[in-house]
T-cell receptor, first 114, second 115 residues
Framework: NAGVTQTPKFQVLKTGQSMTLQCAQD?????MYWYRQDPGMGLRLIYY???????DKGEVPNGYNVSRLNKREFSLRLESAAPSQTSVYFC?????????????FGDGTRLSIL | AQSVTQLGSHVSVSEGALVLLRCNYS??????LFWYVQYPNQGLQLLLK??????LVKGINGFEAEFKKSETSFHLTKPSAHMSDAAEYFC?????????????FGSGTRLQVQP
């Protein structure tokens, strides 16, 4: 019953460091997503992958890159971390590309950039 | 483009009282609407979803929501609040006008339940 697993759960970085956030799902879902959550702003989409081999920008993609490694895994990379990227990051997946498909979320990665 | 507005960032109710969390959406095409709940230090869990089959949607934990096209609303209700309902609630919309198959979230409403 793992669902969506994110690693690490917590991380502190210094400005300019790089880091990759990992996400894996075991539900055989086609679509995967990365969001960031900031106080009072809800969740904002960073990147998504509608299916294996494809990725697309969301609302706030600047400063991030993603890789859909295979159907299970979707990673988010910060090449040069900035304090503005301090946030809680959530990975999600959904069964298909249809608009009615609910998304299943991981427990988040809490990232602080000093 | 689609958007979601949640009225009231904080709502406080007494245990046993009615819960009403407000959500208004904007979409140029028929939307799909969702309510999610987030407990502290956890991810979001789906409470319920509207996909045009019925305007009154029942979800988990006794919650329900009614889709009102004329008011562009999708308010979440529960007849009697429990202490365990204290959490943050997010309304989200998914619509095809952007061509982007992802959710647009409201800013969230934190529900506090007083004993």
């Amino acid at each position: 019953n793992a669902g969506v697993t994110q690693t690490p759960k917590f991380q502190v970085l210094k400005t300019g460091q790089s880091m990759t956030l990992q996400c894996a799902q075991d539900m055989n879902h086609n679509s995967m997503y990365w969001y960031r959550q900031d106080p009072g702003m809800g969740l904002r989409l960073i990147y998504y992958s509608a299916s294996e081999g494809t990725t697309d920008k969301g609302e706030v993609p600047n400063g991030y890159n993603v890789s859909r490694l295979n159907k299970r895994e979707f990673s988010l990379r910060l090449e040069s971390a900035a304090p503005s990227q301090t946030s809680v990051y959530f990975c999600a997946s959904s069964a298909g590309q249809g608009m009615s498909q609910p998304q299943h979320f991981g427990d988040g990665t809490r990232l602080s950039i000093l | 483009a689609q958007s979601v507005t949640q009225l009231g960032s904080h709502v406080s109710v007494s245990e046993g009282a009615l819960v009403l969390l407000r959500c208004n959406y904007s979409s140029s095409v028929p939307p799909y609407l969702f309510w999610y709940v987030q407990y502290p230090n956890q991810g979001l869990q789906l409470l319920l979803k509207y996909t045009s089959a019925a305007t009154l949607v029942k979800g988990i934990n006794g919650f329900e929501a009614e889709f009102k096209k004329s008011e562009t609303s999708f308010h979440l209700t529960k007849p009697s609040a429990h202490m365990s309902d204290a959490a943050e609630y997010f309304c989200a919309v998914s619509a095809s006008d952007t061509g982007r198959r992802a959710l647009t979230f409201g800013s969230g409403t934190r529900l506090q339940v007083q004993p």
